[in-house]
């Protein structure tokens, strides 16, 4: 398998270039906006054709670049079936295996930092590898006070789908804010201050509640737009439209 971990700085978030070398088939996990032309540069420098992207849920951080690669490449735009919009191709669920020549993801449905939100496990024939979205991030965790958000729902999802994998699962988070990669299980289960060293259910929903988060800079445009599969949205404010300016004129 073919595989990268790219990062848009802005917001810190990394989208994960998933390829079959048999067939030279792609796919892109949470593709971002901003960093269109890079994701369409790796592709030909590696020689791949772009199938899917994929995105983990509705991001409120930033503009997903999944319709204009479909316009770019031709590719089919995949999204959570549970609120799959009118404008993706294809609708994922947990349960049913996604193909794409000799990649498998197992999609798993961990709903709590949004209501639909799925993270992608992927057995590489060595190791479990586990891209884990907004849901579990590397000694942290998705925020539960907006868009459907649930501190409970959030802890169960991570306690029952993705702490029960190995150990040795690998977790590559949606984000990091801190320079850091990769994780494991076995890590998260220790050292994540907020669901590790056993706590309970009552002590992370006393965390999430005692955050006091800034307001998302970007959410009121981000969401709308990523409902539409990445569509500009009229009420971009003129220091985000750069890369809707860019990309909308060609």
């Known amino acids: 398998m073919i595989f990268r971990q790219l990062i848009e700085p802005d917001s810190n978030t990394y989208t994960y270039l998933l390829a079959c070398p048999e067939t030279g088939q792609a796919l892109l996990i949470d593709p971002v906006l901003d960093t269109l032309q890079r994701d369409l540069d790796v592709l030909q420098k590696l020689d791949l054709k772009l199938m899917y992207t994929l995105d983990t849920h509705h991001h409120a951080d930033h503009l997903?670049?999944?319709?204009?690669?479909?316009?770019?490449?031709?590719?089919?735009?995949?999204?959570?079936?549970?609120?799959?919009?009118?404008c993706a191709d294809i609708g994922i669920s947990e349960g049913q295996p996604f193909k794409m020549g000799s990649?498998?993801?197992?999609?798993?449905?961990?709903?709590g930092h949004t209501s639909h939100h799925h993270a992608y496990l992927l057995d590489n024939g060595t190791q479990k590898m586990l891209f884990s979205g907004d849901a579990l991030l590397i000694e942290a965790c998705g925020r539960t006070d907006f868009q459907s958000g649930d501190a409970a729902t959030l802890y169960r999802s991570i306690h029952e789908k993705l702490f029960s994998l190995p150990d040795e699962t690998l977790v590559y988070p949606g984000h990091d804010y801190e320079g850091r990669f990769v994780s494991s299980i076995a890590q998260e289960k220790v050292r994540n201050p907020r669901l590790g060293g056993g706590k309970t259910l009552e002590e992370f929903v006393s965390i999430m509640n005692g955050l006091d988060l800034p307001y998302p800079r970007k959410i009121d445009f981000?969401?709308?737009?990523?409902?539409?599969?990445?569509?500009?949205?009229?009420?971009?404010?003129?220091?985000?439209?750069?890369?809707?300016?860019?990309?909308?004129?060609?």
């Open 222 to 250: 981000a969401v709308p737009g990523n409902e539409l599969c990445g569509t500009c949205p009229p009420n971009v404010p003129e220091e985000y439209r750069g890369p809707c300016d860019l990309h909308e004129q060609g």
């Open 64 to 86: 997903t670049s999944a319709r204009l690669l479909r316009e770019r490449t031709g590719c089919q735009v995949v999204y959570p079936a549970v609120e799959k919009p009118d």
């Open 103 to 111: 990649v498998e993801l197992s999609p798993l449905f961990t709903p």
